[in-house]
């Protein structure tokens, strides 16, 4: 069974005293994630019980009474790892999970898993502080969409390219077309594992039209239309400045209605909005943050647009998109910003928080990069190096460079 890259820290965290919640867009996984970590506690000798709260008689028995759970454990000394599938099914999740850890944090850990509905409830945020910690899956990296693919032995000669600056690869050119496809088609792993093309887009159809559709009913959306052509309209401006007062005008909606819409796709994990990066108040932007989506496929399911790389008119957008997915990947969302002055000059990606420090500007193809444009910021900011991400030309260096 390949194993997704989260698993090995979920299995870290097993002694830990906190509850595990994993949080993640619909459909990346969560639920077999769950099942892996089962059958690594059996092969551990670890005490596991898997419950599933879409089973209406387990459900029924959790919301009459948290403490029924003690129902379901076996009898050992030992804590209890349970495994709760669906938890934002219960009546009262947040209380469910409160009291079992106030009052039998000796006898079991709960490693649960929750959709964005119960994530985006403020009782979660507050009854649970010191009590979890959240680890996010998200749609597969380019290397777990290789195994999961079946991609064998690209996946080895991903690895073994990594390793060892200069390194070069025979299977280079067949590299290349399986990274294109992940830019068109995205990570989501029943995309992933369909080989026929056809079929992924119908696939990505099914998540656009069916679960992002439960997130907007579970996140009590009044306005479905509104805020489906608002994700539209993001997925065509990926990469760009999000101002309330223009999206709101074009979809005559109102400000506070543009906000919320954006912080439930966010809660939702389909967006992400990067705030900017700056030292000098007035001369820098401070307000507007930029989105990117990040899924590729599902973005180019909203724009219905699955042309090869070569045709697209897009693909500084979408290029631009999937090096700020694989930033976010390797040092978290929160840590990645970009640079932009009232002036108009900018950079794409700040890190200002790594050590050490760094600032990456995406272009698809080498031959677009000009470094006299950027002469600004490096005059501003001289302990903090400028570099170029680029795709064009397509060898070796590439995965080295990015990953």
């Known amino acids: 069974m390949v194993s997704r890259k989260l698993l090995g820290q979920l299995k870290t965290h097993i002694p830990k005293k906190e509850f595990t919640?994993?949080?993640?867009?619909?459909?990346t996984g969560k639920s077999t994630l769950l099942r892996q970590m089962e059958l690594y506690c059996k092969q551990e000798g670890i005490p596991a019980v898997f419950l599933n709260l879409e089973q209406k008689s387990i459900l029924a028995e959790l919301n009459e009474n948290p403490l029924?759970?003690?129902?379901?454990l076996p009898d050992t000394e030992?804590?209890?790892?349970?495994?709760?599938?669906?938890?934002q099914y219960l009546d009262d999740p947040s209380n469910f999970l409160k009291l079992l850890f106030d009052e039998q944090i000796e006898r079991l850990k709960i490693i649960a898993t929750g959709s964005s509905a119960f994530y985006i409830d403020s009782s979660f945020k507050d009854s649970l502080a010191g009590r979890k910690r959240l680890f996010q899956l998200s749609t597969c990296t380019f290397d777990e969409y290789l195994e999961l693919g079946g991609k064998d032995e690209l996946y080895d000669e991903l690895n073994r390219i990594k390793k060892k600056s200069e390194t070069r690869s025979t299977l280079i050119s067949h590299l290349r077309l399986e990274w294109e496809s992940y830019m068109i088609y995205g990570g989501y792993p029943a995309v992933v594992t369909e080989?026929?093309?056809?079929e992924k887009i119908e696939k990505l159809k099914e998540i656009r039209d069916s679960f992002v559709k439960r997130d907007i009913l579970?996140?009590?959306?009044?306005?479905?239309?509104?805020?489906?052509n608002l994700f539209r309209i993001l997925a065509e401006q990926t990469g760009s400045l999000v101002n309330i007062n223009e999206l709101s005008s074009t979809l005559r909606i109102k400000n506070e209605t543009t906000s919320s819409y954006l912080g439930i796709m966010q809660k939702c994990f389909h967006i992400a909005l990067i705030k900017p990066f700056f030292r000098n108040l007035r001369k820098e932007l401070i307000k507007m943050p930029k989105v990117y989506l990040l899924d590729t496929g599902l973005r180019n399911c909203l724009l219905n647009n699955f042309q090869s790389i070569s045709q697209r008119h897009d693909i500084g957008e979408l290029w631009e998109t999937i090096v700020f997915r694989m930033l976010s990947d390797r040092y978290g969302q929160d840590e990645v910003r970009f640079w932009r002055t009232t002036a108009g000059n900018e950079v794409d990606f700040v890190l200002p928080h790594i050590l050490p420090p760094s600032a990456i500007e995406a272009k698809y193809d080498h031959h677009q990069v000009r470094t006299s444009k950027y002469k600004r910021f490096k005059e501003t900011y001289p302990e903090i190096p400028l570099h170029f991400a680029w795709m064009i030309p397509f060898n070796e260096d590439f995965f080295t460079r990015l990953f």
């Open 21 to 27: 919640i994993i949080i993640g867009a619909r459909q």
């Open 68 to 72: 029924n759970l003690l129902k379901f």
């Open 78 to 87: 030992q804590r209890v790892i349970t495994l709760v599938d669906e938890v």
């Open 195 to 198: 080989p026929d093309t056809l």
């Open 218 to 228: 579970e996140s009590g959306v009044q306005n479905e239309t509104a805020f489906y």
